[in-house]
């Protein structure tokens, strides 16, 4: 997929197919609201973003629940929980690593809601991986999946390419990482 930074973005809807869907049923911090989010990617632009740019972010149709991955105007990834109540978000840097480098990435965004810990990796190798304070609220979405923007509109849109874009609803080990940057198209199993 190629996004052009302005209006195009993708939206998946529990509505239309209920088994891609982010929605959950035990409210929060279990392990069914775990979720793992896998894509290749790579910006359009270098130097300096206008504003953040949203990879992916699943929400309440713009409400205030929901997993994000971002890419920020300074050129860090952010990864971010919205419990309904409080915005945890961290933000994976790594010493002389900028992601606006109109390069392929490999990235993988590891939301693990029973230990409220958001860990990140570029190309297999870990950049972050920091517990947040407890997730209080609901951090299950209840409907739609959007990719390339954020929320139901082309809010904070991507620019750039995109490929082999993957939601797990389970938490990732680090060899899990490595098998699929070296294994790139197959799927964990």
Do not use: C
């Not at 740019?53 to 929400?59: K, V």
């Not at 959007?146 to 390419?161: E, K, L, W």
């Amino acid at each position: 997929l190629e996004f052009d930074g302005v209006s195009d973005y993708l939206q998946v809807s529990t509505v239309d197919n209920t088994e891609i869907g982010m929605t959950t049923t035990s409210g929060n911090t279990s392990s069914q609201d775990n979720r793992t989010v896998a894509v290749w990617i790579k910006p359009a632009e270098s130097g300096t973003f206008a504003a953040i740019q949203h990879i992916f972010y699943a929400s309440a149709g713009g409400g205030a629940d929901g997993y994000g991955l971002l890419l920020s105007n300074s050129g860090v990834l952010i990864m971010e929980v919205d419990d309904g109540t409080t915005r945890h978000s961290e933000v994976s840097v790594i010493a002389n690593f900028d992601f606006r480098q109109n390069v392929w990435m490999r990235i993988v965004a590891v939301f693990d809601a029973v230990n409220s810990n958001l860990t990140s990796y570029v190309n297999g190798i870990e950049l972050m991986n920091e517990d947040t304070t407890q997730w209080t609220g609901d951090v299950t979405p209840q409907g739609n999946i959007v990719i390339g923007a954020h929320a139901t509109s082309a809010t904070f849109p991507y620019n750039g390419q995109m490929s082999d874009f993957q939601v797990w609803n389970e938490v990732w080990s680090l060899s899990d990482v490595q098998y699929d940057y070296t294994h790139p198209e197959k799927l964990i199993t």
